[in-house]
């Protein structure tokens, strides 16, 4: 069994599961609407099959390796494996991947698309995380393109279009910076090219050659996560997407940034990462703040919580700029909570959607009588994202906290400045989510609820709910949980660190 190319399948399978949409009967559409969730569950179940069988938490080497060549005139080879930081987001990719598509069932148009092009995103977001060769994992990367374009542009709002194509213009941009750092660490030199992960980290490169490839990869990364100020595509994709697109894009997409500028920018590129380390940790800090002041103003309840996912990721770019054990652990796990927290919130709206025909707040109010549990559920995953304790939003961000002030070669002033701008982030996030809860539900009834939309939740959107929440609960109560699958390596990136001055 030792031999089975497990990468290689579950990278496979969503794709080539997909591919046989034409061969399923052409009557109506509740045999794809069961198919497809289908694959998902056995796909995310062999995911989970992988890991508590031939993975072992405590090695910090790259497991489940595989090999093989693929374009022999550069040296390029189809090289994969995992380790503790690329696991847990490929089990994240797989939960959040089969909630959306259960999600998902009441898409009646182009359904086999569709399904298809999220089944296609599945595989191109686990091959991502499982990769260990850059020119294999810009494939990967971009493999999101197309499918989220498409998804946009026939499943969206009324801007669908403008919306598609600022998207596609941001994302493909930064993948052109991808593609340039990618080419200059992979040919530098008279040796022979080389785009193995493994090989580059071993080789010596000029600090100018670090930086530049540094500012390519930065540029991909940052417009994906996203960074102040490349975040202004994500609230109009998110304000047009369908709510199942947007658990896609909030639950896994996001995290492609963080998890790149972990894997590239700190891992291979150490030197580089030390010098604007302190500024990433200023735009994250920005980041929290600004975000959390927009969100007021947002009459659109799908942006205002984009705004809080552009919030929540400023945490992330925090803990990866204080180059610390804890500050580092707290972004990884804020890219895990904010996965589960910023899907099931996006679900939630959908559903209010699907009952109201209506995204404004000013067009809602008065839900919380005839929808209490719609109410109930949407309240419990606002206190998760304002970082209730108790939750898995509040030991990430908490951990962000000790991981600056631990840091020796910031100053007081700076850690003091840091510190107070990220509590005044985490008193606003209360004020706008609480104002968004008391417009939706409270109140007088503003619209006419009428029948088939009055409805509370059903037992399928409860189910997909309650699974949600129950990891959002797990993690918040025994974070170890998550800590011990990416401890060892975090150790390991930071190592290259602890020997400059």
């Not at 490169?205 to 994500?234: C, D, M, N, R």
């Not at 994709?237 to 500028?261: I, P």
Request: proline residues 5%.
């Amino acid at each position: 069994m030792s031999n089975v190319p497990w990468l290689t399948t579950i990278v496979l399978f969503p794709i080539l599961a997909g591919s046989l949409f034409p061969m399923l009967p052409s009557n109506g559409n509740k045999i794809v609407r069961w198919y497809t969730p289908g694959i998902c569950i056995s796909e995310f179940l062999l995911i989970i099959y992988i890991f508590h069988c031939h993975f072992h938490i405590d090695d910090q080497c790259i497991q489940l390796v595989e090999d093989s060549s693929w374009i022999n005139s550069i040296n390029s080879h189809r090289s994969s494996g995992i380790d503790g930081l690329s696991m847990g987001l490929i089990l994240l990719t797989g939960f959040v991947t089969t909630s959306a598509t259960s999600a998902a069932w009441l898409v009646t148009r182009n359904t086999r698309l569709f399904y298809f092009l999220m089944l296609a995103m599945y595989s191109g977001q686990i091959g991502l995380f499982a990769s260990r060769d850059i020119s294999l994992s810009s494939p990967m990367w971009e493999l999101e393109l197309i499918p989220i374009y498409l998804l946009l542009c026939m499943w969206g709002g009324k801007r669908r279009l403008y919306s598609a194509t600022k998207s596609i213009l941001y994302t493909a941009g930064g993948s052109i910076f991808l593609l340039i750092g990618a080419l200059t660490m992979g040919f530098y030199g008279t040796q022979e090219p080389s785009f193995n992960i493994r090989d580059l980290a071993s080789r010596s490169h000029p600090i100018s050659l670090e930086v530049l490839s540094y500012l390519g990869f930065f540029v991909a990364y940052a417009v994906k996560l996203p960074i102040f100020p490349f975040h202004t595509w994500l609230p109009d994709t998110h304000g047009e997407a369908h709510y199942s697109t947007c658990m896609l894009l909030a639950g896994v997409l996001l995290k492609m940034g963080g998890y790149g500028l972990i894997r590239i920018n700190m891992e291979l590129l150490p030197h580089a990462h030390s010098i604007p380390a302190s500024w990433l940790v200023l735009f994250g800090s920005v980041q929290i703040v600004y975000a959390s002041l927009i969100p007021p103003g947002q009459r659109n309840l799908k942006r205002r919580i984009a705004y809080s996912s552009i919030s929540h990721m400023g945490f992330v770019t925090i803990g990866i700029g204080s180059v610390t054990d804890t500050g580092l652990n707290g972004a990884v796990l804020q890219m895990i909570s904010h996965g589960l927290i910023g899907a099931a919130l996006f679900y939630l709206a959908g559903t209010c959607y699907d009952r109201t025909r209506t995204l404004y707040l000013d067009q809602l109010g008065g839900m919380a009588t005839p929808m209490p549990r719609i109410f109930t559920m949407f309240s419990i995953f606002s206190m998760a994202s304002l970082a209730l304790p108790g939750m898995s939003g509040f030991v990430s961000e908490l951990m962000v906290f000790p991981g600056i002030v631990t840091n020796q070669h910031y100053s007081s002033i700076s850690k003091l400045s840091v510190v107070v701008v990220e509590a005044i982030g985490t008193v606003l996030t209360p004020i706008y989510l609480l104002s968004m809860l008391r417009r939706i539900f409270y109140g007088y009834r503003i619209s006419n609820y009428s029948d088939p939309y009055s409805v509370d939740s059903g037992p399928r959107e409860i189910f997909i709910s309650i699974c949600l929440s129950l990891p959002i609960l797990g993690i918040g109560l025994y974070p170890d949980m998550v800590a011990s699958l990416r401890n060892h390596k975090i150790l390991s990136i930071l190592v290259p660190y602890s020997f400059m001055g």
